[in-house]
């Protein structure tokens, strides 16, 4: 499974990932009684968007992250019984048995290293047309970090899968998909303090880095990377997907 996170502080400071949730949210047709993936549902900010989307419907809100599940858990019951959560790793074949119509996902894919692996297990999950709409970080996403760690001498992301929308449209349409369309756009996001640049690279950007470290340790790795940049500001860019599965 993968690594877990601080899912308190992120549901605090992830303003800029429901931003783009919602407005990945909005390219997503819904009738409103469907059976809805969310694959990397987070601490349930966006999830809670989507199951008001679906009065009759239902939302499978998964996760490899058990707080942040169990943030989402308290943040979604009002929705009751519409609400499926399930402890999974997308890197693995999914625990769902129907068929679900559409697989939504924001912020996630990029912690996912195999994304033809990734893929064939949504597209097992998918009903024949079912649609996979999603965005993570794409290729140059957050180049001033990259060139930061680099100049630390640190591990600048390996891991993470920060693809072109070319090789993305051919994994997609190699495990099953069709109708495939993949873009990048440029988020670039700003911080009103260097203490606010820093907790936010400290639980999501550098969490991977800070892992072994202690907390001393950690602090001062963060505070030299928020120094280096250029300025109070993570340039995001971001890979969209549009795709439908075959049959």
């Known amino acids: 499974m993968p690594h877990d996170w601080d899912a308190e502080t992120y549901d605090a400071i992830a303003d800029p990932q429901f931003r783009w949730g919602t407005a990945v949210l909005d390219r997503l047709e819904l009738d409103g009684d469907e059976t809805v993936l969310d694959a990397g549902c987070g601490s349930g900010r966006v999830t809670a968007l989507l199951a008001e989307r679906l009065p009759d419907g239902r939302v499978i809100a998964l996760d490899g992250s058990t707080s942040m599940l169990e943030t989402a858990r308290r943040r979604l019951a009002p929705f009751g019984d519409r609400i499926r959560f399930v402890l999974a790793d997308l890197m693995a074949p999914l625990p769902i048995d129907e068929p679900v119509v559409a697989v ?24 024949p047309r079912g649609r996979l709409v999603a965005q993570c970080g794409g290729a140059g996403n957050l180049a001033t970090v990259v060139h930061v760690l680099e100049e630390l001498g640190a591990d600048p992301f390996t891991g993470k899968m920060f693809a072109t929308p070319e090789r993305t449209g051919e994994r997609l349409r190699a495990t099953g998909f069709v109708d495939v369309e993949c873009w990048l756009h440029a988020e670039p996001t700003p911080f009103e303090t260097l203490e606010g ?39 995001y860019v971001r890979l969209n997907i549009d795709a439908r599965r075959a049959g």
Request: no cysteine; charged share 20%; aromatic share 8%.
């Open 104 to 127: 939504l996902s924001t912020a996630t894919f990029h912690w996912v290293p195999d994304h033809d692996a990734l893929f064939g297990h949504l597209a097992a999950v998918l009903r």
């Open 197 to 235: 640049l820093g907790t936010f690279l400290r639980t999501v950007v550098l969490r991977d880095h800070i892992r072994s470290m202690t907390d001393a340790e950690a602090g001062e790795f963060v505070q030299a990377v928020a120094a280096r940049l250029p300025r109070l500001e993570l340039d």
